[in-house]
């Protein structure tokens, strides 16, 4: 089946057709979720929310709008809920105006279709060793030891390159989030 007819059986609430969009989705609302969390298991409960907000929303689907960035959207906002939560609100909001003073137009850069390639933007802005660690990370998925083995660096290197990368991309990212809902 197409994604179109795929998601017209999801509306009509046929699981398999909701376990088959799952099965291709799953890997990029993961792979996203990493760009912010580390937690591994806050990842999954984060992928698994998003693929539960999807199943109540089916009757709200429309076959021919981007699937892929309805659930980039969903998981943004999860993600986002989850970061006020957990953040004291004060020190949220002086973070977000501080780094308001950026010099370049977000919304002129990126729609809310365009994430990914965002994403790619930011990461390409790293520093060399910091973007060569995060991408060993998160596209080849080798442990800390792992990059710390093949860089000749230390574990705390790798982890404190990988803090820095992940604050950096949640900037910038909750930036554009605040930029496109103005």
């Given at each position: 089946?197409t994604?179109?007819e795929?998601?017209a059986?999801?509306?009509m609430?046929?699981?398999d057709?909701f376990?088959?969009?799952?099965?291709?989705?799953?890997?990029?609302?993961?792979n996203?979720?990493?760009?912010?969390?580390?937690?591994?298991?806050?990842?999954e409960e984060?992928v698994?929310e998003?693929?539960v907000?999807?199943?109540?929303?089916?009757l709200?689907l429309?076959?021919?709008?981007s699937?892929?960035?309805l659930?980039?959207?969903?998981?943004?906002?999860?993600?986002?809920?989850?970061?006020?939560?957990?953040?004291?609100?004060?020190?949220?909001?002086?973070?977000?105006?501080n780094?308001a003073?950026?010099?370049?137009?977000?919304?002129?850069?990126?729609?809310?279709?365009?994430?990914?390639e965002?994403?790619?933007?930011?990461i390409?802005?790293l520093?060399?060793?910091?973007?060569e660690?995060?991408?060993?990370?998160?596209?080849?998925h080798?442990?800390?030891?792992?990059?710390?083995?093949?860089?000749s660096?230390?574990?705390?290197?790798?982890?404190r390159?990988?803090?820095?990368?992940?604050?950096?991309l949640?900037?910038?990212?909750?930036?554009?989030?605040?930029?496109l809902?103005?």
């Amino acid at each position: 089946m197409t994604e179109r007819e795929l998601i017209a059986s999801l509306k009509m609430g046929n699981e398999d057709a909701f376990t088959a969009l799952y099965k291709i989705y799953w890997p990029k609302v993961h792979n996203f979720s990493r760009l912010y969390l580390t937690s591994v298991s806050e990842v999954e409960e984060i992928v698994q929310e998003v693929f539960v907000k999807v199943w109540e929303a089916r009757l709200f689907l429309k076959e021919d709008e981007s699937f892929k960035g309805l659930l980039f959207i969903i998981t943004r906002n999860v993600i986002f809920n989850q970061f006020r939560k957990s953040f004291n609100e004060n020190a949220y909001k002086m973070t977000v105006l501080n780094s308001a003073n950026a010099e370049y137009d977000l919304q002129e850069e990126v729609e809310v279709s365009d994430l990914q390639e965002y994403i790619k933007t930011l990461i390409s802005e790293l520093p060399p060793r910091q973007k060569e660690v995060f991408k060993m990370s998160r596209e080849q998925h080798l442990s800390y030891k792992e990059i710390s083995m093949r860089l000749s660096i230390s574990e705390k290197t790798v982890e404190r390159h990988i803090n820095e990368a992940l604050k950096y991309l949640r900037k910038n990212i909750y930036l554009l989030s605040i930029f496109l809902s103005v």
